[in-house]
């Protein structure tokens, strides 16, 4: 028996395979270009344009008026005539007769009358009361600047009386005399933990000194050059000294605050610089590490004044025994005894730690 057409089972045929992207887009360049240009550049546009609404909208707010407030407020200014008797200085002081003949010389009066002072105070006789009187001026004081007292009556006689500039110089414990004053100062790597110290201290130096009086400051240290060579650096305030009145001590206080110690030291092209400003005396801070054999005489050669050089020497190994002496401690003797100045080695007590 053969059976009817109703009684077979078909089966459905299976999908067609999905064909690869890589061949739809080898038939169609459309497809190609939208898969590999049109959706990566329309996400960059839109990643974009979001980025410059953003930017927008914060410049804007950036830019955009604030509401302010109102301040009330009154200034009231007091009349003069309720200023402090002390300043009304309306009328002048008595000067007495012009044309009265002047006093005689300090040096020809046997005794000092009229003033408030001891009577055993005479002129010629040291007195370490420190009063000090000048001669030859209307009123005894303003004069040429010659001095009765040996203390500090000479410098008071001198800074009020004359135009001289003649006065002191003090760094640590060591003192020079004149008017003209060169500091040389080591900022090489070796006082980079004692740099502070040394800049209050040359601050506190140059801020005590007189207007009438000239400073300069040289500084000096090394750098490395091109080729591991090393180079020395020497540095100062000004060209030459400049009167210490208060604009050029602020100046100078502005410009050590920004000089940092860093590389090795040569003090002997400092030394030559700060020589050949001619200065009355000269304060040289450093170790002592010169480069050169008998330094001192190549500095008496440049010392054509023959100006005192005060030698501070600086080394950590003589901190706390300054009593043992290094190779260059005993250099910077020689020059201060040659010089007729002065040699000091600085010890933490004078640092202060």
């Known amino acids: 028996m ?28 459309y497809l190609r270009w939208l898969t590999h240009l049109g959706i990566p550049v329309s996400v960059s546009l839109s990643l974009h344009a979001l980025l410059l ?10 830019f955009a008026p604030r509401q302010t407030d109102e301040i009330a407020y009154e200034v009231t200014v007091a009349p003069v ?9 309306s009328q002048g002081a008595d000067v007495g007769d012009p044309f009265a003949p002047p006093p005689p010389p300090l040096a020809q009066a046997t ?16 007195d370490e009361g420190g009063f000090g009187l000048g ?26 009386g004359g135009d001289s500039g003649l006065g002191d110089a003090r760094i640590w414990s060591v003192r020079a005399r004149g008017k003209t004053f060169v500091y040389v100062i080591d900022f090489s790597g070796s006082i980079i933990v004692v740099a502070d110290r040394v800049r209050r201290e040359l601050k506190r130096s140059v ?12 500084v000096y240290y090394g ?7 090393e180079r020395m650096v020497v540095q100062s305030f000004a060209p030459a000294p400049v009167p ?32 050949a400003m001619q200065p009355d005396a000269l304060f040289l801070f450093s170790d002592g590490d010169f480069r050169v054999e008998r330094p001192e005489q190549q500095i008496a050669a440049a010392n054509t004044r023959r100006a005192q050089i005060h030698c501070l020497v600086f080394d950590e190994l003589l901190l706390d025994n300054p009593q043992r002496l290094t190779v260059g401690a005993r250099a910077m003797e020689r020059i201060a005894r040659d010089s007729g100045g002065e040699c000091k080695v600085i010890t933490r007590q004078d640092l202060g730690e």
Do not use: C, H
């Not at 001669?135 to 001198?158: F, H, I, K, T």
């Open 53 to 62: 609404v953003l930017l927008a909208w914060q410049t804007w707010r950036a």
């Open 111 to 126: 005794e000092i009358t009229g003033l408030d002072v001891p009577p055993t105070l005479r002129a010629g006789e040291p």
């Open 2 to 29: 053969t059976p009817a057409p109703d009684d077979f089972l078909y089966e459905d045929a299976p999908p067609p395979a999905r064909e690869p992207l890589v061949d739809r887009e080898a038939r169609n360049p």
């Open 135 to 160: 001669e030859a001026g209307r009123s005894g004081v303003l004069g040429s600047g010659g001095g009765a007292g040996a203390g500090g009556g000479e410098e008071l006689g001198s800074g009020f």
């Open 223 to 229: 750098t490395a050059a091109p080729g591991g060579q």
């Open 207 to 218: 801020g005590q000194l007189g207007p009438q009086q000239m400073f300069d400051v040289v």
């Open 244 to 275: 210490a009145d208060a604009d050029n001590k602020r100046r100078f206080f502005a410009w050590i605050g920004g000089v940092r110690p860093q590389g090795p030291s040569d003090p002997l092209p400092a030394m030559r610089r700060a020589l």
């Open 81 to 89: 005539r309720d200023a402090r008797p002390g300043l009304d200085w």
